[in-house]
């Protein structure tokens, strides 16, 4: 148990869905942020957050929109998704940006399966 | 470009030691961070080192040398739950980390 959680742990949705994947972390952390994990490949940064506030946004497309509402809560927001945006999602959360608080912390993910 | 690189697979025996290599460039250079990551499961943080040399930790340490965009992952007395992915990532400049594909670690009775 990392102090991060995220629902759901999987999901399956065909590609005219609309969904949202949540992430809470209960650590006191100011950054966090989103990756996706394909088979064998490295984590792609998606998203960063820090102290609520978008600072990077690694080109992704728009049918994924993220979403924070506060510093412990992190949304996925999911619409006309295709079959190869099917990963494994992970949230993840550190101290800060920087200063040598950049440990990042991981919550188990989500399972996406795109039909 | 930056890039990551540490081998797909490697195979030990339990008890025995394995080393996982991991070679890096980026633009700037804040620190070279170890995850362990079993099938299934968040990676968890194994490491981190910014200087030069090796740092101990139980049975795992990890050793940087900054002149060589290299590091090393060291797993002593391996045991069975050993068995897992061991990622490399090194954070730069811009405090980005980079990440490598992952070293699938499978470790024999």
């Known amino acids: 148990e990392t102090g991060v959680t995220q629902t759901p742990r999987h999901l399956v949705m065909g590609m005219t869905n609309k969904k949202s994947l949540k992430c809470e972390q209960h650590l006191g952390h100011n950054a966090m942020y989103w990756y996706k994990q394909s088979a064998k490949k490295p984590l792609e940064l998606m998203f960063v957050?820090?102290?609520?506030?978008?600072?990077e946004n690694n080109s992704v497309p728009s049918r994924f929109s993220p979403e924070c509402p506060n510093s412990s809560h992190l949304f996925l927001h999911l619409h006309t998704l295709q079959p190869e945006d099917s990963a494994l999602y992970l949230c993840?959360?550190?101290?800060?940006?920087?200063?040598?608080?950049?440990?990042?912390?991981f919550g188990p993910g989500t399972r996406l399966l795109v039909l | 470009g930056q890039n990551i690189d540490q081998p797909t697979e490697m195979t030990a025996t339990e008890g025995a030691i394995v080393q996982i290599n991991c070679t890096y460039q980026?633009?700037?250079?804040?620190?070279l961070f170890w995850y362990q990551q079993h099938a299934g499961e968040a990676p968890t943080f194994l490491s981190y080192?910014?200087l030069d040399g090796l740092e101990e930790k139980g049975r795992f340490s990890s050793f940087l040398s900054r002149s060589k965009g290299y590091s090393y992952l060291l797993l002593k007395e391996l045991q069975m739950k050993d068995s897992a992915s061991y990622l490399c990532a090194a954070m730069d400049s811009n405090y980005q980390l980079i990440w490598g594909a992952g070293t699938k670690l499978i470790i024999k009775p």
């Open positions: 957050y820090n102290f609520k506030e978008q600072t």
């Open positions: 980026t633009s700037g250079f804040n620190g």
């Open positions: 993840a959360s550190s101290q800060d940006r920087g200063e040598g608080r950049e440990t990042q912390y």
């Open positions: 080192n910014v």
